[in-house]
């Protein structure tokens, strides 16, 4: 069968190859010497389970007929055995599906042969655990039944005037695969044993019964599971797990594979949006999404919380920030990790570090906000951490924090972009969560799970958050940040104007250049505002309160610390009426000119630190103040007080004194508050890793070339001879694996030679078990015991004569 596979392989067109690797470019990394080694390396079980996870409900179930059913059949016969498992499908839409299908399936090497005689590729049978839920053939159910067992299932399988010939385990499977011993089996016990059978008929297969191993007649069993082990309607496979044989659950199920079957996907059904509603509310979204995560990055910057000793964010940092942000938890973590994915934040140190932003931060700001909302939204959509489980813990009872290196899940980037493209074949509709896991269990039905159900319900919740989706719609912008028919994500356009972004500008709000101020010292900001007025807010006012108008409440302090950072007081009021619809009010002007006024009259160095004042009874209040008596203040002279406390904590007592003095440098110069904002040069790790999504054609058709140019070269050489009397066993590495793995399949034994570590070469008679990572696991019947050998070290293999 293997080599059939090769000569079908090699009868390919070069068209129909360079498609092959097009769909499946895992075959070309590296490219294989000749098309042997393209067979065996199609043929893989690695290789075959990552095709077939590609693949959806109905093709997978094309491919499982094909398993199932014995030997190569016509396309005639696979289209009438699937057409039994229709679920209501017009006639002439099944056929075009399963004729689109197979085409599919030729393309990929999963399905190989002509019309006349469709057979699953080699290596698909051993991949495929339980196909379509049957068990094992009742060759294989009763491969490990000893002789003396197998002769009375014969018997007793058989019945009264039966026939049986040898009782061997290849004669109970012939008796099992006739109907009608079959029925007559099934009509002689109990409906209890039925009933039983019926539980096990669409999977899975397996059951677990106490002492399965008994041994009991069809005469003297007396129990529904003694009536079904008896008849070999159950086959033992440990000591208390059974299983039902393929043959048998056929039978129960009418000549069906599949109980229901249907070449469409499930409608994502949901509610109906309005477009342009669902695409306004998403971009109203990705505005504040992108404002929380430049505001993130602005307090990091300032004042940065540390890393833990096992990385991440500690949960009292993490419950701070969501109280600066004045979001949920949940929300300032994925704020936190979509930040740090796209490289805005990172640590500054492995030991006793940081986290603060980075460089490219500064970089980001200064983008437009439809540009920065796609560099965010990319990097949620690519990357490979899960910020839905922050708060839960680990499989050792380990807290998962924000930012920890656990939270990796390589399926992430996968299921979202899947999960968004149901969203995308249903425009204007908000699919629910139970619709949305259907429909992916039909388009990928081999990675269904919790896990990836839990990952679907973190995708539509985030989504939402950060404006890919409005109202559970998917969004125009949105949308466009999918990826393409070549994977490659179309919000990431480099340089240039993104699809993404250009959706997006027109439904993002305007910034304002002004606010309202108020008698009652605050000013009200009606919308977003222009990034550099809202950062001067930040500087001289502080924010009240947030929401669809931003409030910002000036006091003393705010105003002592533009003060402090260089700004003078007629400065402060021109700022104000520039940027005001409204004239400056007059308590507003005085709250500036009072704190302007007693700003910097009283001057503090470093004597530690001195206090220095032209107002000789100023510094008499501050000496005969109780609450200086901490600061062990000592008069020099009657304008100067010295002080052994640092000058920072000098300034700070005497301001919480009511008093406003200005910090001094060793010059007597008014030192000018910055805020001390800071960068670390660290790269983040949370960037997401390049997706290989295939080849360029011109490296396709390079490969193809070189495959055949190789395989040309192969068949020049000589046909390998049999193997002379004396002689070790010869023959290619990819034949001798394709050799073992059927070897596995069928259960026969294989003489191989072999090289031991002094490089000696030996035969030996093998019965193989299973091969993986790089050694085969064998019962080795010239040493009597089990061994592994070195796949490498396998010089070839014979059958034994």
């Known amino acids: 069968m293997s080599t059939e596979f090769t000569e079908w392989l090699r009868g390919r067109s070069d068209d129909r190859l360079r498609a092959l690797v097009s769909v499946r470019p895992e075959l070309i990394t590296p490219v294989p010497a000749h098309l042997e080694g393209l067979a065996g390396r199609a043929s893989s079980p690695s290789a075959v389970g990552r095709a077939l996870d590609r693949l959806d409900r109905f093709t997978l179930a094309v491919v499982e007929t094909l398993a199932v059913l014995p030997g190569p059949i016509a396309y005639r016969s696979l289209r009438a055995q699937m057409a039994r498992s ?253 930040s740090y994915a796209a490289g805005l934040i990172a640590a500054s140190g492995t030991v006793d570090g940081d986290w603060m932003p980075t460089p490219v931060y500064d970089g980001w700001r200064v983008k437009a906000t439809e540009d920065r909302w796609v560099v965010l939204a990319t990097a949620w959509l690519t990357m490979d951490r899960v910020p839905g489980i922050i708060g839960e813990r680990d499989e050792r009872d380990r807290l998962l924090n924000a930012l920890h290196p656990d939270l990796r899940r390589p399926a992430a980037a996968e299921v979202r972009a899947t999960t968004l493209g149901v969203l995308a074949s249903t425009p204007g509709v908000a699919p629910t969560l139970d619709a949305v896991r259907e429909r992916l269990a039909w388009e990928q039905p081999r990675r269904r799970g919790g896990y990836r159900d839990q990952l679907v319900e973190f995708t539509l919740r985030e989504a939402e958050q950060i404006g890919v989706t409005g109202l559970g719609a998917l969004a125009g912008h949105g949308r466009a940040l999918l990826p393409d028919s070549s994977g490659t994500p179309a919000g990431s356009g480099g340089g240039r104007a993104t699809p993404a972004a250009h959706l997006l500008l027109p439904l993002l709000p305007e910034p304002l250049d002004h606010v309202l101020l108020q008698a009652d010292l605050t000013a009200v900001a009606p919308g977003p505002l222009t990034g550099d007025l809202r950062r001067w807010l930040a500087l001289t006012a502080e924010v009240e309160s947030t929401g669809g108008a931003t409030v910002y409440r000036f006091d003393e302090r705010s105003i002592r610390r533009a003060l402090d950072a260089g700004q003078g007081a007629d400065e402060l009021l021109a700022m104000l009426e520039r940027h005001s619809t409204t004239p400056v009010p007059q308590p507003l002007s005085y709250l500036v000119a009072d704190v302007a006024r007693r700003h910097g009259r009283m001057r503090v160095g470093t004597a530690s630190a001195y206090v220095r004042c032209d107002d000789s009874s100023l510094l008499d209040e501050v000496m005969a103040d109780k609450r200086a008596i901490p600061l062990r203040l000592r008069r020099l002279a009657p304008t100067v007080i010295a002080s052994k406390s640092s000058r920072p904590t000098l300034v700070d007592a005497l301001r919480a004194m009511g008093y406003a003095p200005a910090a001094e440098s060793l010059d007597g110069d008014v030192i000018i508050a910055q805020i ?20 360029e054609a011109d490296v396709v058709a390079a490969a193809v070339r070189a495959v055949r140019a190789g395989d040309a070269a192969l068949q020049a050489r000589r046909a390998p001879v049999a193997v002379p009397g004396g002689e070790v066993p010869r023959s290619p590495a990819t034949a001798t694996i394709t050799a073992l793995r059927e070897a596995i399949r069928q259960g026969s034994q294989v003489w191989i030679g072999y090289l031991d570590s002094q490089g000696n070469a030996t035969s030996r008679i093998l019965e193989p078990a299973r091969m993986e990572g790089g050694y085969l696991t064998a019962y080795d019947e010239t040493r009597a015991a089990v061994h592994r050998f070195a796949l490498h070290r396998i010089t070839g293999i014979a059958d034994i004569v």
């Not at 009509?187 to 019964?209: F, I, K, T």
């Not at 001390?676 to 080849?695: A, W």
């Open 86 to 338: 229709l679920a209501g499908t017009a006639d002439p839409q099944f056929q075009s599906a399963l004729k689109e299908t197979v085409e599919r399936l030729r393309t990929m090497a999963l399905v190989y042969g002509p019309d006349r005689a469709l057979a699953p590729a080699p290596g698909v049978r051993e991949v495929l655990d339980a196909p379509a839920g049957l068990g094992p053939p009742a060759l294989e159910a009763f491969r490990h039944h000893p002789a003396e067992r197998l002769a009375e299932l014969v018997q007793d399988v058989a019945g009264e005037g039966g026939e049986t010939g040898s009782a061997t385990k290849e004669t109970l499977a012939a008796l099992l695969g006739d109907a009608e011993i079959v029925g007559r089996l099934i009509e002689e016990v109990s409906p209890q044993a039925r009933s039983a059978l019926n539980e096990l008929v669409w999977g899975p297969a397996s059951g677990r019964v106490p002492n399965a191993r008994r041994e009991v007649r069809a005469v003297t069993a007396r129990s529904p599971i003694d009536q079904l082990l008896s008849r070999a309607l159950l086959a033992a496979t440990g000591e208390e797990t059974v299983v039902l044989p393929r043959e048998v659950a056929l039978f129960l199920r009418g000549g069906r594979v599949h109980r229901d079957l249907s070449p469409l996907p499930p409608t994502a059904e949901g509610t109906e949006r309005d477009r342009g509603l669902a695409d306004r509310t998403a971009a109203g979204q990705a505005f504040t999404f992108t404002r929380a995560v430049e505001e993130l990055c602005e307090r990091w910057g300032v004042d940065p919380p540390g890393v833990l000793r096992s990385g991440g964010l500690a949960v009292r940092d993490l419950k701070r920030t969501a109280g600066l942000l004045d979001l949920p938890e949940w929300v300032t973590g994925l704020i936190v990790e979509v």
């Open 676 to 695: 001390d904002v800071r960068r670390t040069e660290g790269t983040s790790t949370g960037r997401s890793p390049v997706t290989f999504n295939g080849h």
